[in-house]
Nanobody, 121 residues
Framework: QVQLVESGGGLVQPGGSLRLSCAAS????????MGWYRQTPGKQRELVAV???????NHADSVKGRFTISRDSAGNTVYLQMNSLKPEDTAVYYC???????????????WGQGTQVTVSS
């Protein structure tokens, strides 16, 4: 099994910063990509940023210039540095990893439990 454990959410004032972390562990053969999504009540989960293994990162237009996704050198931890936060960034943020657990298995999605980010004065 694969586990994704997130940390770093919380309450912050507009204009403030937060850093989210997500560590993948368990039976991992390879990781294709890791990323962050967010969801608010009544809306679909949306992509925030993605960091493919060996590829270029990509950020949603709504967060470009404010958020930065990165991964550690081992490739099993993904971060989301969020600066200049706005009230509309308030959401539950979910970590995602596309993982193969063996050399012959298919790649599948795994999700973290979600962490609440609230931007409010």
């Amino acid at each position: 099994q694969v586990q994704l454990v997130e940390s770093g959410g919380g309450l912050v004032q507009p204009g403030g910063s937060l850093r989210l972390s997500c560590a993948a562990s368990g039976s991992i053969f390879s990781i294709r990509t890791m990323g962050w999504y967010r969801q608010t009540p009544g809306k679909q989960r949306e992509l925030v940023a993605v960091a493919p293994t060996g590829g270029h990162t990509n950020h949603a237009d709504s967060v470009k210039g404010r958020f930065t996704i990165s991964r550690d050198s081992a490739g099993n931890t993904v971060y989301l540095q969020m600066n200049s936060l706005k009230p509309e960034d308030t959401a539950v943020y979910y970590c995602n990893a596309q993982v193969r657990v063996t050399i012959t298995s298919l790649t599948r999605d795994y999700w973290g439990q979600g962490t609440q980010v609230t931007v409010s004065s």
